[in-house]
């Protein structure tokens, strides 16, 4: 059974700092998404990751993806508010009928 | 452009209670079609994906079942709701293997 594990969980943060989250997976893959999920509201895409080394970036967030390591980070350079919501990667692991989640990390920048 | 159709926004059903969840699609032919939850606190999980008018794969065994009767219709359904069907429901599409887009969702809560 795939696992999907991202740390940390919960992260308050203050702006203008800079970190990373963490996405692991147990099997192989070479597909995974960032989405975004503001409180109370549906998902949003952020970036689809479709090859070892891939690295996307827009704005403050840049994601990269290391399939050898089953290894995914979310980068937030000088975070501003508007970031507080909860991040999930997702794993492809069914020939892209499927995919499997994260528990999510749910950020909160403060001033 | 595409878009996707989900309702109701927000539904509140006592124990034993029927279901029914409706999500279209438009803007798109023959999508794959996928209903997610969301429990407080946790992360999505995979419910049913569709690929095509009638075929349903089931990810996790429980009182839901779901049905594609069109091509652009998806719908989740239960005969008596259970507490533990509390949730975040999330219908979602996709046309390539490359990312899915989300409804709005749906807040049950079964009382």
């Known amino acids: 059974e795939l696992k999907v594990e991202q740390n940390p969980l919960f992260l308050s943060m203050q702006e203008g700092k800079n970190y990373t989250i963490y996405c692991n997976y147990s099997t192989t893959s070479d597909r995974l998404y960032w989405y975004r999920q503001d409180p109370g509201k549906s998902l949003e895409s952020l970036f689809v990751?479709?090859?070892?080394?891939a690295v996307k970036q827009e704005g403050r967030l840049m994601a990269s993806l290391d399939t050898k390591a089953r290894l995914s980070t979310l980068h937030i350079t000088a975070a501003v508010h508007d970031l507080s919501a909860t991040y999930f990667c997702a794993v492809d692991v069914n020939s892209g009928y499927a995919l499997n989640f994260g528990k999510g990390t749910s950020l909160l920048v403060t001033p | 452009s595409q878009t996707i159709h989900q309702w109701p926004a927000t539904l509140v059903q006592p124990v034993g209670s029927p279901l029914s969840l409706e999500c279209t699609v438009e803007?798109?032919?023959?999508?794959?079609l996928y209903w997610y939850r969301q429990a407080a606190g946790r992360g999505l999980q995979l419910l049913f994906y569709s690929v095509g008018i009638g075929q349903i794969s089931s990810e996790v065994p429980q009182n839901l079942s779901a049905s594609r009767p069109q091509d652009r219709q998806f719908i989740l359904s239960s005969k008596k709701l259970l507490l533990s069907d509390s949730g975040f429901y999330l219908c979602?599409?996709?046309?390539?293997?490359?990312?899915?887009?989300f409804g709005s969702g749906t807040q049950l809560s079964v009382l």
């Open positions: 803007g798109t032919s023959n999508p794959n």
């Open positions: 979602a599409w996709s046309v390539s293997e490359v990312k899915l887009f």
């Open positions: 990751l479709l090859s070892n080394g």
